[in-house]
């Protein structure tokens, strides 16, 4: 029998829960043991439903390990684990409590507006906002000096893994360039835990490591690694996260009379929108990556291209991106793909290569709706929905069959359940 909203609801408070490790949650258990940026900002909009100091504490816990130069990495080692790889003695960083020496895509901000603007506890979400707010526009301005040293207003990624796609077909060309000379031995875990078919390959791993060493060479100098790596690549899905964030930073820094804050993050959002420009694509229709070091378009159809609809776009921009997706939709079972299924390149199970991953649709559908794009966005909303009805809380699912992938019982799909299904109830 198919379950009812609040049978879901309950199933998605369990599995959240059972990740909780205190002042931070585990993405799933085993696959995952440590907290991940990205996906505790969006834990924290599913907490919130339930449990709002939890959900700030989230958000607390990543942002005490940021670095000094304003870098929030993208995973925080809070306790020893021999279950993942590259761990702490790999990366090296010399943190107090170790973190890796990358970030990933900037949710906080955005996380921290949506529960500040739903939050009952009205004393507690203003004093949490106010320990927040210089730290994440910190952030922000560490991601506008180091990663865009030449203010075009867009930032570069430096490895694939800040784009939270970790190996998506965009990354391809430019990772093929990355050297493997003098890389150290090594031995996968991901691969025991999961499908290694479904899994990145050794020649993409192997890169991957050697840009972690090559940075651990350079003393992890965030104001050098840009200028340094080889691998520099702008995505339009990690940009139009980070001005949507610095957007709704200003909002709420305006609310609370912070209006140096609320000036800063507004210019970066307004540059960066105008900016984004230059990655659209008519041909296709949709935004796509440009490789900055060898200054070339990426001819690549990933989701990060269509997810820059969170930024909050023209009318006539969104309009293509609906009819992007209605195309991808005429191409698969579930919205969205990560890649384009028509492309040659297309692979339904592996990873970012082409299956789809909710806490994408929820950002997707996200941005439709603040386009006023509603039935849009509840198509998406939808086939995320489906996809659970047909294949439980999983990491990720084939767009094709709704065949689910990778690790169990993941809370970030978890989290994004609440937010949709609360969203419903509330519009009821
Ligand atoms: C994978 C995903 C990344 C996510 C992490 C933890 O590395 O590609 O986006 O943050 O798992 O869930």
């Known amino acids: 029998m198919p379950e009812n909203a609040d049978q879901l609801i309950a199933r998605a408070i369990e599995i959240v829960t059972e990740n909780d490790r205190g002042s931070y949650t585990v993405p799933t258990k085993g696959l995952y043991p440590y907290q991940w940026n990205w996906d505790s900002c969006l834990t924290a909009l599913g907490q919130a439903h339930f449990d709002e100091a939890r959900a700030w504490a989230e958000i607390e816990t990543l942002m005490a390990h940021q670095w000094p130069c304003g870098m929030v990495p993208h995973i925080i080692f809070h306790e020893e684990s021999d279950s993942y790889f590259p761990g702490p003695d790999v990366w090296r960083t010399g943190r107090p409590v170790p973190t890796t020496g990358i970030t990933q895509p900037a949710v906080a901000g955005f996380a921290m507006a949506r529960l500040f603007a739903r939050a009952k506890d009205r004393a507690l979400a203003t004093r949490s906002v106010r320990k927040l707010l210089p730290r994440i526009s910190a952030w922000h301005d560490w991601f506008y000096r180091t990663r865009d040293p030449e203010a075009t207003g867009l930032v570069a990624i430096i490895h694939p893994w800040e784009s939270g796609r970790d190996n998506s077909i965009d990354w391809d060309a430019a990772l093929a360039r990355v050297p493997t000379d003098g890389l150290e031995p090594f031995t996968r875990q991901d691969i025991l835990h999961a499908n290694p078919d479904h899994r990145p ?11 972690v060493q090559h940075f651990r060479s350079l003393g992890w100098d965030t104001e050098r690694l840009h200028d340094a790596s080889p691998f520099r690549v702008v995505d339009p899905g990690f940009n139009a996260i980070l001005i949507r964030a610095c957007d709704e930073l200003a909002n709420v820094a305006e609310e609370l009379g912070e209006a140096e804050l609320a000036v800063r993050n507004r210019t970066y959002a307004q540059r960066g929108r105008a900016a984004l420009n230059s990655l659209w694509n008519a041909d296709l229709g949709q935004y796509l990556c440009f490789d900055r070091a060898i200054s070339e378009q990426v001819n690549s159809p990933s989701v990060g291209g269509i997810l820059t609809v969170f930024a909050g776009l023209p009318k006539t921009r969104v309009a293509h991106l609906a009819t992007r997706v209605e195309e991808l939709a005429s191409r698969c079972g579930y919205l969205v793909p990560s890649h384009d299924p028509a492309a040659a390149a297309f692979e339904a199970l592996r990873y970012w290569r082409g299956p789809a991953w909710l806490v994408v649709n929820y950002l997707i559908a996200d941005g439709f ?10 198509r998406i909303d939808a086939d995320s929905l489906r996809l659970i009805a047909e294949s439980g809380f999983a990491e990720y699912y084939d767009p094709i069959t709704a065949e689910p992938c990778g690790g169990g019982r993941f809370t970030w799909t978890a989290a994004m359940v609440l937010e949709i299904l609360n969203g419903q109830k509330a519009d009821a």
């Open 369 to 378: 709706r603040l386009a006023e794009h509603a039935e849009m966005a509840e």
């Open 201 to 211: 390959t050794q020649a993409q791993y192997d890169r991957y490591i050697w840009l």
